[in-house]
């Protein structure tokens, strides 16, 4: 089987509902994105950004996913599919993506700060919930200026892969951005997106690049429909 590897972003989960900080200049649902993801915010007031991820997790609980998120399960009847998402909801799990890596981490858990373990979450999060060590807990989100823990397990995912799709993300923010890079020479690229805009890496890259002007929910399952008639 080859192996795919499906970088997805903000745009895709937009189509299912879900906002996030990039639809309108820094803020994030009305806040400022500073206050309600970073370790500065979190210190500052804990109450707002628990409040804000509670909100955010309940929304989550609401929406449905995709026509998009869907095709990707598809796709994995004929290949062996990774997918590396931006986003922090469960959306690919829900569609039914056994193998979905965060790289921004998930809404639906939250961490301990102690003793570090990452407990599934559903409800609201206050600091009155503690671990079972008694430390304090906080949202699975990686925030501003905080490392992404699984980026070098996304750079070795790409590297395997022989077909690259880029769809709901316009890789511009790096250091996930500079992902792409990391696929062999011969390797295929699929971008879509409604108004594409070539990061550094895919400009190297537009002998082997074929970009999809649409939305995810329309673009992404005629991609998928092209590779599966490949086979
Ligand atoms: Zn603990």
Redesign the pocket.
Same mark, same amino acid.
């Given at each position: 089987m080859k192996k795919i590897v499906v970088l997805t972003g903000a745009g895709i989960s937009a189509e299912s509902g879900i906002k996030t900080f990039r639809d309108a200049d820094g803020l994030w649902e009305g806040h400022d994105v500073m206050s309600v993801a970073s370790p500065e915010g979190w210190q500052k007031n804990q109450a707002l950004v628990q409040d804000f991820y509670n909100q955010r997790r309940r929304q989550l609980l609401s929406v449905e996913p995709n026509a998009a998120h869907y095709s990707i399960n598809k796709l994995g009847e004929e290949y062996n599919v990774e997918v590396i998402t931006q986003n922090v909801d469960d959306l690919h799990e829900r569609a039914g993506n056994k193998n979905v890596l965060h790289l921004h981490g998930e809404l639906r858990k939250v961490r =301990?700060?102690?003793?570090?373990?990452v407990l599934d979450w559903d409800g609201d999060l206050s600091n009155k919930n503690? =671990?079972?060590?008694?430390?304090n807990?906080r949202p699975h989100i990686v925030w501003f200026g905080e490392e992404l823990p699984e980026l070098q397990n996304a750079a070795r995912i790409v590297s395997e892969s022989e077909i690259a799709i880029i769809v709901g993300t316009s890789m511009q923010v790096y250091p996930a951005a500079s992902l792409i890079g990391y696929l062999p020479r011969f390797g295929k690229i699929y971008y879509i997106d409604p108004k594409p805009a070539l990061n550094y890496e895919l400009t190297l890259s537009q002998d082997r690049l074929t970009i999809i002007e649409e939305a995810a929910t329309t673009g992404l399952p005629k991609v998928v429909n092209n590779l599966l008639a490949e086979i």
């Open positions: =301990c700060l102690a003793c570090y373990s503690l =671990c079972s060590c008694g430390g807990l």
